[in-house]
């Protein structure tokens, strides 16, 4: 595993964690989202998400110390939730992600923001995405993506694979039991979204990797179409299809 100390791109903008400093108000809002979001989850969420919540001890009532969850995925997937100062450049985060480093913020937002907050907070970073860090398929897609786009200049082919990621990582569904399941962390995180999805305001599609990549990311509205896959290889397959098409030079083959 990549030590901290070779991620040169990153390094600007690592930090240590904290933990002493939040405050008995912070860790009840803490609770607070926790609570809202749980008794959706426990009917909509992909099963590997709540098996990673579970299996990395994440706390109902109070914020998670970063190092202690580290410690128990580093031992399942070789995962690290590594605190950072905030947004990252590109290349910053592409090389975390190769690494296995989750790029992971601290702070947390206010009891005034609790439905939305316009850039992530340990609530979308941990809540959100770590417990799908457990599981060995999704952890070794997202950690292929980051190298595949770690080595990539091409603005235009980043932007397209960027669709893959928010289609998958930010907003992914799948098909379990013959329901639609949630397990992308704007879906986790946010009631809003997830009640779209649940409520049948959003339209449904095989996911196709074609057709991922043809679509645009629309950041200030509901979503209207999302994918579902049917199981977490078809993520890991699919990053190799994308990389042996941009190795080639015909990366959009559709």
């Known amino acids: ?59 109902y009532d109070r914020l998670p110390n970063l190092a202690g969850v580290s410690a128990k995925l580093q031992r399942r997937t070789g995962w690290n939730t590594t605190p950072v100062s905030g947004f990252m450049p590109a290349p910053a985060f592409f090389e975390m992600l190769a690494a296995r480093h989750f790029p992971t913020t601290t702070w947390l937002r206010s009891r005034d923001a609790l439905d939305y907050t316009p850039e992530p907070d340990i609530f979308h970073d941990v809540f959100g995405h770590v417990p799908m860090h457990a599981h060995p398929v999704f952890a070794d897609f997202l950690a292929h993506y980051g190298q595949l786009c770690a080595r990539i200049q091409d603005e235009a082919i980043l932007e397209r694979i960027g669709r893959v990621f928010w289609y998958t990582v930010e907003f992914g569904l799948i098909l379990q039991d013959g329901h ?75």
């Not at 002493?20 to 809202?36: C, F, G, M, N, S």
């Not at 339209?203 to 679509?215: C, K, S």
């Not at 979503?223 to 941009?246: G, K, P, Q, V, W």
């Open 180 to 254: 639609i399941k949630v397990y992308g962390s704007g879906l986790i995180s946010s009631d809003g979204e997830c009640s779209n999805v649940v409520s049948g305001g959003c339209a449904v599609r095989r996911f196709v990797l074609d057709e991922v990549l043809q679509t645009p990311v629309k950041v200030d509205e509901m979503h209207r179409l999302l994918f579902a896959i049917e199981s977490f290889d078809e993520l890991y397959e699919a990053m190799h299809t994308l990389e042996a098409r941009i190795d080639r030079g015909s990366w959009l083959d559709a």
């Open 1 to 59: 595993m990549t030590s901290v100390l070779e991620l040169s791109k990153a390094a600007p903008f690592l930090i240590e964690q904290d933990y002493a400093a939040y405050t008995p108000d912070q860790h009840a809002i803490w609770a607070e989202l926790v609570r809202r979001r749980m008794p959706q989850l426990e009917q909509h969420a992909a099963q590997e998400y709540l098996d990673g919540f579970e299996a990395l001890c994440l706390s």
